[in-house]
């Protein structure tokens, strides 16, 4: 089964048994992120630099895609370009409840629906189909440690997870300098055009930036 980047950054983060979502703040960054890494892979957004630019509306066939295609297109309010990191605080907020929903459609996960001390509602998303997500962690271990060289949408799913810093999730068994090493080779690595290579880049860079102030104000708020 072909799921999105965004839906594999869910699966790794969702706990198998409970449902429930391991690191939350820096998931959320990454899942807008991936997100929007597809649709510069599909080239229906451009980045470069601190901005990104709407291309192409015409729809991929994916729901999740095509959903975002619009609201960057109604986000953009008419103007050629805006910034990376200002598309990415607005939807980090809002991309993983579509993401979840798509796995719930395609039979990954269900969704169950308790209340906290009997009175706070509370979902979870317990994995029912695991062949899905054991096929992404072979293809990861394949990269790292194994050392193979990944294909693009690997590669880019591994420099997401870099960028906001999730290698305990999708490398638990792998000492975390090594994968730190590994991730940060396979992310500046020559595994896409030059285009791709630089939108990455500037995404990397905007995501660092968002979540380190994100996380930066929380830590001063306590």
């Not at 901005?51 to 008419?78: C, F, K």
Request: charge should be neutral; charged fraction near 30%; aromatic fraction near 4%.
């Amino acid at each position: 089964m072909r799921i999105t980047l965004a839906e594999e950054i869910m699966l790794l983060s969702l706990d198998d048994e409970s449902g429930s979502v391991k690191q939350r703040q820096s998931v959320n960054w990454a899942v807008a992120g991936a997100l929007l890494l597809e649709l510069v892979l599909a080239e229906r957004v451009r980045v470069s630099g601190k901005y990104l630019e709407l291309v192409d509306t015409s729809p991929t066939g994916e729901e999740l895609l095509d959903g975002r295609i619009e609201s960057i297109r109604v986000w953009m309010r008419g103007r050629p370009r805006r910034r990376v990191t200002e598309w990415l605080t607005k939807d980090q907020a809002k991309a993983v409840g579509p993401v979840v929903e798509r796995l719930c459609g395609r039979g990954v996960v269900v969704e169950e629906r308790r209340k906290a001390l009997g009175v706070f509602p509370v979902r979870r998303y317990p994995e029912a189909d695991g062949e899905v997500e054991r096929e992404l962690r072979e293809r990861l271990a394949s990269a790292l440690p194994k050392g193979a060289e990944p294909d693009e949408r690997t590669a880019g799913l591994i420099a997401v997870i870099h960028a906001v810093r999730l290698h305990g999730l999708a490398f638990p068994e792998v000492p975390r300098k090594e994968v730190s090493a590994r991730t940060a080779e396979i992310a500046d690595g020559q595994w896409a055009a030059e285009s791709i290579r630089t939108a990455l880049r500037d995404m990397q860079l905007a995501m660092v930036a968002v979540t380190v102030a994100t996380t930066t104000a929380a830590v001063s708020a306590v």
